[in-house]
T-cell receptor
């Protein structure tokens, strides 16, 4: 299995620019998660989807952040306009949610290191 | 809201020794999951071990085992016969059982295995 695929691995941009991060979950998984990791705040969930529908977006910082999942094999996280405080590592993860209180492990991608100058 | 606390920011141990990483959590729920993830310098998040709260038996995975104390809300990770490849950040994480798959992470423990 290819695992969770994220692109790009590194992104350097200037303040005010639009940034799009991409994720391909593990085939067959029906839940997808976006996490952000910073020194100050640690690892925090931004948003997650189940069967392509956003379930919990309470961690999305503000309107500058948006996430989409147009199909079961692709998701994007967009920041527009970007700011220096958005600099972080962004992880995508996927799992197979079986429902009825049963949950599978979340498998993480390699992350995208974003630097906003 | 659930919180996860890892009180040891850094630890180091000699190769082949045993080390225990601490984790406590706070929740009012009865059914939940607990996880330990490892993040080596490559920054990849790798699952080490998981525990279902309804199971009394402590989970084990080869050299990794947990001491799950539900009443005390404690979930420590023991690494036996530590190896150089165990050098990494270790994160404890909590997930509520029903309705939301959100993982809440602790702040991590940086473990260094000394040759």
């Amino acid at each position: 299995d290819a695992g969770v695929i994220q692109s790009p691995r590194h992104e350097v941009t200037e303040m005010g620019q639009e940034v799009t991060l991409r994720c391909k979950p593990i085939s067959g998984h029906n839940s997808l998660f976006w996490y952000r990791q910073t020194m100050m705040r640690g690892l925090e969930l931004l948003i997650y989807f189940n069967n392509n529908v956003p379930i919990d977006d309470s961690g999305m910082p503000e309107d500058r952040f948006s996430a989409k999942m147009p199909n079961a094999s692709f998701s994007t996280l967009k920041i527009q306009p970007s700011e220096p405080r958005d600099s972080a590592v962004y992880f995508c993860a996927s799992s197979l949610a079986r429902g009825g209180g049963s949950t599978d492990t979340q498998y993480f991608g390699p992350g995208t290191r974003l630097t906003v100058l | 809201a659930q919180t996860v606390t890892q009180s040891q920011p850094e630890m180091s141990v000699q190769e082949a020794e045993t080390v225990t990483l601490s984790c406590t959590y706070d929740t009012s729920e009865n059914n939940y999951y607990l996880f330990w993830y490892k993040q080596p310098p490559s920054r990849q998040m790798i699952l080490v071990i998981r525990q279902e709260a309804y199971k009394q038996q402590n989970a084990t995975e080869n050299r990794f085992s947990v001491n799950f104390q539900k009443a005390a809300k404690s979930f420590s990770l023991k690494i036996s016969d530590s190896q150089l490849g165990d050098t990494a950040m270790y994160f404890c994480a909590f997930m509520f059982n029903f309705g939301n798959e959100k993982l809440t992470f602790g702040t991590g423990t940086r473990l260094t295995i000394i040759p």
